[in-house]
């Protein structure tokens, strides 16, 4: 990781432009399988999303965030490129599964053993390093998130499958290693929503992942897109205290919406904490200062050295004009607090 202080980071998407996702579709939901959402045919579209990527990378750097992404511009969703990339997972009719709340969504089916048997990621890795000077972060789904987002129909031992979506990350992971990032995150959503599963084999599959990787690693955890989870938000994390005895350097969790009890850094002694500070349900950009003092906060139970400010999720389903607003104020407010520390 860079030796700045309060390094700014963003999780990992960023907004697709207009011309290249039908964004009202995009809007529906979260995507577990493909969907067609791209407006640009297939001839040129790996030239359309390098130029979006394009934009993404100016517009972080512009902002003046110290750890950029691609913008996940490539990507339907999170998760589902990676996910249904996989063999094992069945590419015709899909599965179903019913959320807490009697929303049935289109998953994948897992009808053989789940194996990597090619790339997935390592092109998009290598176009960001190529485009930016500065340290390059690339994201995964967790293992136990895409175990959560699938119908099994082939494995007796649900573990057994966690296992091996842990096995399939670790060799995509690596890979992107090579390709120059440093940093890499696994999306891991769902640890929240299945408590007793997530203790028994979260931790397990979630060092399976990151097996023998030097490059940084964070595990992401959130209470869903501000856009899509309705209403309020839990104020605390069902699985978190866990996370410190696994492999990852970097534990990000959100806090602004939420307005978590910041108490529950405590829970994670021997991690850098990347931190929600940013809002993405807030319609208006925050200021520096409100950044700053969120910041603050933080700095009352860790130190400056642990902690790596960022926006709560992923920012994909704001306004490109509001998104750049507030990672400038990102930005902007961890000057601030860094100049104060001196």
């Known amino acids: 990781m860079t030796a700045k202080l309060l390094p700014t980071t963003v999780v990992g998407s960023y907004p697709q432009p207009d011309w290249l996702v039908d964004r009202q579709l995009l809007s529906k939901g979260v995507a577990r399988v493909r969907l067609d959402l791209w407006r640009v045919a297939e001839?040129?579209?790996?030239?359309?999303?390098d130029d979006a990527t394009l934009l993404a990378i100016?517009?972080?750097?512009?902002?003046?965030?110290?750890?950029?992404?691609?913008?996940?511009?490539?990507?339907?969703?999170?998760?589902?490129?990676?996910?249904?990339?996989?063999?094992?997972?069945?590419?015709?009719?899909?599965?179903?599964v019913t959320s807490k709340a009697g929303l049935a969504t289109a998953v994948p089916r897992v009808v053989g053993p789940v194996r990597r048997t090619h790339a997935v990621e390592t092109?998009?890795?290598?176009?960001?390093?190529?485009?930016t000077g500065r340290m390059a972060k690339i994201t995964l789904p967790g293992p136990f998130t895409m175990s959560r987002q699938a119908v099994n129909e082939y494995y007796k031992d649900d573990d057994e499958m966690v296992m091996d979506f842990a096995a399939a990350v670790n060799a995509e992971a690596r890979d992107l290693e090579k390709a120059g990032a440093d940093v890499i995150q696994l999306d891991e959503p769902w640890l929240r929503q299945d408590p007793p599963a997530a203790k028994r084999i979260a931790v397990k599959a979630l060092d399976r992942a990151l097996d023998g990787l030097k490059a940084a690693t964070v595990v992401h955890l959130c209470f869903g897109?501000?856009?899509?989870v309705k209403g309020e938000k839990p104020v605390g994390y069902s699985f978190l205290g866990e996370l410190d005895a696994c492999k990852a350097d970097?534990?990000?969790?959100?806090?602004?919406?939420?307005?978590?009890?910041?108490?529950?850094l405590k829970e994670l002694s021997s991690k850098k904490i990347m931190l929600g500070v940013i809002d993405l349900a807030d319609p208006n950009a925050e200021t520096a200062e409100i950044v700053a003092d969120r910041i603050r906060a933080a700095l009352k139970f860790l130190p400056p050295d642990r902690l790596v400010p960022a926006p709560d999720c992923g920012m994909k389903y704001l306004p490109r004009e509001l998104a750049f607003a507030k990672l400038k104020a990102l930005a902007d407010g961890a000057a601030t607090v860094r100049a104060e520390l001196g």
Not at 64 to 93: C, H, M, P, Q, W
Not at 250 to 264: C, F, H, N, T, W
């Open 43 to 49: 001839p040129w579209l790996e030239q359309a999303q």
């Open 225 to 228: 897109y501000a856009a899509v």
């Open 250 to 264: 970097q534990i990000s969790i959100e806090a602004a919406q939420p307005k978590l009890d910041l108490g529950v």
């Open 58 to 96: 100016h517009d972080m750097e512009r902002a003046g965030i110290d750890i950029i992404t691609d913008g996940e511009v490539r990507r339907e969703s999170y998760s589902n490129r990676f996910a249904t990339s996989l063999e094992g997972i069945a590419s015709g009719k899909p599965g179903e």
């Open 123 to 131: 092109r998009d890795m290598e176009f960001l390093r190529r485009n």
